[in-house]
């Protein structure tokens, strides 16, 4: 497993933007799949935004258009750019990498809350 550290989450007024990252420990771990998850309160943790290693994303349905996902490779780095926030896009934002099937690591979780 890698650790995974976050950074960029906030409160922004509905329409706003915010952009988060997240860095792996380990550069050197090929890393299959990273990207991103969300857990609002009361609300099972669901998919955002994922990237393979080969560019293939997969975004939920409900951020399609707004949120974009990008990642680097070399650096294991992934970045999920948000716009238009919508009051119902606050949750607790996990970065997540998978590294096999079975050996999957997550970052701590950064809060955003899309509020006026």
């Known amino acids: 497993q890698v650790q995974l550290v976050e950074s960029g989450g906030g409160l922004v007024q509905p329409g706003g933007s915010l952009t988060l990252s997240c860095a792996a420990s380990?550069?050197?771990?090929?890393?299959?799949?990273m990207g991103w998850y969300r857990q609002a309160p009361g609300k099972q943790r669901e998919l955002v935004a994922v990237?393979?290693?080969?560019?293939?994303?997969k975004y939920a349905d409900s951020v399609k258009g707004r949120f974009t996902i990008s990642r680097d490779n070399a650096k294991n780095t992934v970045t999920l750019q948000m716009n238009s926030l919508k009051p119902e896009d606050t949750a607790v934002y996990y970065c997540?990498?998978?590294?096999?099937?079975?050996?999957?690591?997550w970052g701590q979780g950064t809060q955003v809350t899309v509020s006026s």
């Open positions: 990237m393979n290693a080969g560019g293939t994303i």
């Open positions: 997540n990498a998978e590294i096999t099937v079975t050996v999957v690591s």
């Open positions: 380990d550069t050197t771990v090929g890393i299959r799949v």
